[in-house]
Nanobody, 120 residues
Framework: QVQLVESGGGLVQAGGSLRLSCAASGRKFSINAMGWYRQAPGEQRELVATIATGGTTNYADSLKGRFTISRDNAKNTVYLQMNSLKPEDTAVYYC??????????????WGQGTQVTVSS
């Protein structure tokens, strides 16, 4: 079983920055990709960014240029640098890991979510 532990959320003024971290731990596993998703009140959970083991990234088009995802494979940790934050970025941010299990389809694991609030 894989556990994801997030940190870095909080309250920030518009135009400010935050850096989220998510560390994966557990028994023997191989993580194919990690990423960040977010969900604002009354809205569906949406993609923020993902990053594969080799470093290939995928961003939501609306966030490209302000948010940057990175990964430390040795630490099984993914980061999300958020710059020029806007009030509409306010949401619960969730860490995701896609885990390869031999002989089975990949499995998705999720963190508990961390609140990011951007004040105007």
């Amino acid at each position: 079983q894989v556990q994801l532990v997030e940190s870095g959320g909080g309250l920030v003024q518009a135009g400010g920055s935050l850096r989220l971290s998510c560390a994966a731990s557990g028994r023997k596993f191989s993580i194919n990709a990690m990423g960040w998703y977010r969900q604002a009140p009354g809205e569906q959970r949406e993609l923020v960014a993902t990053i594969a083991t080799g470093g290939t990234t995928n961003y939501a088009d609306s966030l490209k240029g302000r948010f940057t995802i990175s990964r430390d494979n040795a630490k099984n940790t993914v980061y999300l640098q958020m710059n020029s934050l806007k009030p509409e970025d306010t949401a619960v941010y969730y860490c995701n890991a896609v885990v390869a299990v031999p002989g089975f389809p990949t499995r998705d694991y999720w963190g508990q979510g961390t609140q990011v609030t951007v004040s105007s």
